[in-house]
C-alpha cells in the first residue's frame, strides 16, 4: 500500500523555522497501530490524519507514542495541505474551522482558561527557575517573570514524565510581544515541542485578561520558534500563524 504524506512546518513562514507536522491524507481509516506505527516512524512531534465526513474532514492527531485530542500546528498544516479557503475538520474536540487569508491561516478552537488547582508537588522543582503562579487546564501553566528566565528554563524532563497533567506550559511576558512560551511534554514523548496550538488555548484567554486586550501577538521561544497571533472570543480562541511545506512523498507500507 502507498500512501501521500506531507510535512509543513506550521507557525513559520519559511522552512526549518516553527513546528513540523506529517500530514497523512485518507480515503478510509486504517487500523490504529498502524496510525501509531507511522507516527512513531515519522518521529515527529505530531502526524495528523483525515478523512473525507460530509462538508468536512475527521481529522486524528498521534504524538510518537499516543493518539490526542487537540494539536493546533498539526491542524494548521492539515488545512494547508488540503489547499481550500475555508476547511472544517470533526475531530475529539469537536468542529475546528480554518480559514485562509493569503499566507495567513486562522484557527478557530475552543478556549481551555487555566483554573487555580492543587499542584503536582514535584512541579516547580522539576521545572526550575522562580514560578510566580502555577494553574492549569488540561496541562500545567507555569508563569514566570520574564522572557528571559523562560528561555533559561532547563527542565528535569525524567521528573516531568511523572506529573499528573498531559504536559506544562511555562509563559511570561514578553520583550517585543505580549508573551511567550514554551511547551514540555515528555510524558507523551515529547520533551519540547516547538510551536503549539493548543497550549494557546490556555494562554490566550489568561493574557487577554492579564494584559486587559482581546488580540494578542505572541512568541513561542524554542529553539525553532514560532510566531503566533491570537484572539480571545469568549468560549473560542482565534490563533493565526502561516505555514511552509518542507516535504511531499509517499509511504510504503
Not at 520533551?191 to 493548543?198: L, Q, R
Not at 514560532?226 to 511531499?248: F, P, Q, T
Request: aromatic fraction near 10%.
Amino acid at each position: 500500500m502507498k500512501l501521500p504524506i506531507y510535512q509543513v512546518d506550521a507557525f513559520s513562514s519559511r522552512v526549518f523555522g516553527g513546528n513540523p507536522a506529517a500530514v497523512c491524507p485518507l480515503e478510509q481509516w486504517l487500523p490504529d497501530e498502524t496510525l501509531q506505527a507511522i507516527a512513531a516512524e515519522n518521529n515527529l512531534a505530531e502526524t495528523a490524519y483525515y478523512v473525507p465526513e460530509g462538508d468536512g474532514y475527521r481529522l486524528r492527531w498521534f504524538t510518537p507514542a499516543v493518539e490526542v485530542d487537540l494539536c493546533g500546528h498539526a491542524t494548521l498544516a492539515s488545512a494547508f495541505v488540503v489547499g481550500a479557503p475555508v476547511v472544517k475538520f470533526f475531530s475529539k474536540s469537536g468542529k475546528l474551522t480554518v480559514t485562509r487569508e493569503g499566507d495567513l491561516f486562522t484557527l478557530d478552537f475552543p478556549s481551555r482558561a487555566p483554573q487555580a488547582v492543587a499542584v503536582d508537588p514535584g512541579l516547580a522543582a522539576s521545572m526550575g527557575g522562580k514560578p510566580l503562579e502555577i494553574l492549569a487546564a488540561r496541562d500545567y501553566m507555569v508563569v514566570y517573570g520574564s522572557e528571559e528566565e523562560v528561555r533559561a528554563l532547563r527542565p528535569d524532563m525524567q521528573a516531568l514524565r511523572n506529573v499528573d497533567r498531559f504536559a506544562v506550559i511555562a509563559t511570561a511576558p514578553g520583550n517585543n510581544c505580549d508573551f511567550v512560551s514554551r511547551f514540555f511534554a515528555p510524558k507523551q514523548g515529547i520533551d519540547e515541542d516547538p510551536v503549539t496550538g493548543s497550549a494557546h488555548c490556555t494562554l490566550t484567554p489568561y493574557w487577554a485578561s492579564k494584559l486587559g486586550k482581546s488580540e494578542l501577538h505572541a512568541f513561542q521561544v524554542s529553539a525553532r520558534g514560532g510566531e503566533l497571533w491570537l484572539a480571545d472570543n469568549g468560549g473560542r480562541v482565534s490563533i493565526s500563524g502561516n505555514g511552509a511545506l518542507y516535504l511531499e512523498g509517499a509511504i510504503h507500507i
